[in-house]
């Protein structure tokens, strides 16, 4: 099973401010990475596909590189609504795996 | 509107079985993989379970194996979790989600497993 393991765990980031958030997996899964945002009791939505391809209706300023093994989500200009959990999730193999999510906060 | 929901949830004792079930309306069905994912009370998202377009082909998280089963019906639009022996450790709440992408999620449906 391939883990992917999220840093930090936890941010707390003042509005406008940059965030950037890691994503590294436990073997090499080329771009097979996506990247999701969890609202408070909300359901998942999806971010950025295949590390880098973002989502329609995504805004702009959300996006992703990375590929193999080390991959980052980096928000910029932060804004109040983007307070939420971000999770990473691999889909090279089965079982597919999601990281442990990272929790972002607005001061 | 492409749309997702589930239903099914509830309380059950451990040991037990329930059969959760996902309607999709606003795309067409039968062309997408779909998936269940849950995530327990508090904690992070957990891939369950992925089936093909046709239902020939399904994939499981080894937590899983062997007891829950995952089907569909093209004909009436609707994904299907079948769980049995359920644990305590099943407790969570269950999402069904569209395609490779996962792109479209459910607001999900409770179960809680407790005696």
């Known amino acids: 099973e391939i883990v992917l393991t999220q840093s930090p765990d936890f941010q707390s980031v003042t509005p406008k401010e940059k965030v950037t958030i890691t994503c590294r997996a436990s073997q090499s899964i080329g771009s097979s990475l996506h990247w999701f945002q969890q609202k408070p009791d909300q359901s998942p939505k999806l971010l950025i596909k295949y590390a880098s391809q973002s989502f329609s209706g995504v805004p702009s300023r959300f996006s992703g590189s990375g590929s193999g093994t080390d991959f980052t989500l980096t928000i910029n200009s932060l804004e109040a609504e983007d307070a939420a959990t971000y999770y990473c999730r691999q889909s090279s193999s089965f079982p597919w795996t999601f990281g442990q999510g990272t929790k972002v906060e607005i001061k | 509107e492409v749309q997702l929901v589930e239903s099914g949830g509830g309380l059950v004792q451990p040991g037990g079985s329930l059969r959760l079930s996902c309607a999709a309306s606003?795309?067409?069905?039968?062309?997408?993989?779909m998936h269940w994912v849950r995530q327990a009370p508090g904690k992070g998202l957990v891939w369950v379970s992925r089936i093909n377009s046709g239902g020939s082909s399904t994939n499981y998280a080894d937590s899983v194996k062997g007891r829950f089963t995952i089907s569909r019906d093209n004909a009436k639009n609707t994904l299907y979790l079948q769980m049995n022996s359920l644990r305590a450790e099943d407790t969570a709440v269950y999402y069904c989600?569209?395609?490779?992408?996962?792109?479209?999620w459910g607001k999900g449906t409770t179960v809680t497993v407790s005696s």
């Open positions: 989600a569209r395609a490779y992408d996962m792109d479209v």
């Open positions: 606003g795309f067409t069905f039968s062309t997408y993989w």
